[in-house]
């Protein structure tokens, strides 16, 4: 049973535009919700993360949107950019160290 | 910089053979975790460890063991490799001091024959 689902699988978004990717939970204990970068080849790398005391963080072109109440949260990439095609992870915490991933959602930005 | 490595990118292992996955942290993490990733199921956890010879299971323990005994090296054991395990593996380390992002290594691809 996954923890967290994300959606889509996978994004395809011309240059320029916004990219969304989405994900949900059910446990009211996830205190920490981080969104995880992978490029091929590579592993995964932290991109931005938020807590659910606010609604929102912006870090450059990435922002994190958050809905406790529905508890749902969102990656939104701005401006995307070729350089941005990579493979999106988010994932929930309820406490110290232990992170749920969610399924991956291969994006793909088309020049 | 952090730096996680993993002693293999590719390996091609047999049914029942054992087999070894190292990794290594250069930044004195006490946390490390072993993960699988499989196309459409994300990461998921096999195991984590805390501190030098602690480990704890994580969501998929069933077929693997770790080992740790020194702090900067974190071993995931097949003990008899399936077929089923063929996937990728990640190993990640973290800071006790606060949980704010853990640093993966670059994976090892593991086929099963």
């Known amino acids: 049973q996954q923890q967290v689902k994300q959606s889509p699988q996978s994004l395809i978004v011309q240059k320029g535009g916004i990219s969304i990717i989405n994900c949900a939970y059910e446990?009211?204990?996830?205190?920490?919700f981080p969104w995880y970068q992978q490029f091929p080849g590579k592993g995964p790398a932290l991109l931005i993360a938020?807590?659910?005391?606010?609604s929102e963080k912006k870090e450059g072109r990435f922002t994190i949107s958050f809905n406790k109440s529905a508890k749902q949260f969102s990656l939104h990439i701005m401006d995307s950019q070729p350089g941005d095609s990579a493979t999106y992870f988010c994932?929930?915490?309820?406490?110290?160290?232990?992170?749920?991933f969610g399924s991956g959602t291969k994006l793909n930005v088309k020049p | 910089d952090v730096k996680v490595t993993q002693s293999s990118r590719y390996l091609v292992k047999r049914t029942g053979e054992k087999v070894f996955l190292e990794c290594v942290q250069d930044?004195?993490?006490?946390?490390m975790f072993w993960y699988r990733q499989d196309p459409g199921l994300g990461l998921r956890l096999i195991y984590f460890?805390?501190?030098?010879?602690?480990?704890e299971k994580g969501d998929i323990p069933e077929g693997y063991s770790v080992s740790r005994e020194k702090k900067e090296r974190f071993s995931l054991i097949l003990e008899s490799a399936s077929t089923n395990q063929t996937s990728m593996y990640l190993c990640?380390?973290?800071?006790?001091?606060?949980?704010?992002?853990?640093?993966f290594g670059p994976g090892t691809r593991l086929t099963v024959l």
């Open positions: 994932a929930a915490s309820p406490n110290f160290n232990k992170f749920y």
């Open positions: 446990n009211t204990a996830f205190d920490y």
């Open positions: 938020i807590r659910p005391d606010v």
């Open positions: 930044m004195d993490h006490e946390n």
């Open positions: 460890s805390y501190d030098v010879k602690m480990k």
């Open positions: 990640a380390s973290e800071s006790a001091l606060s949980y704010n992002e853990q640093f």
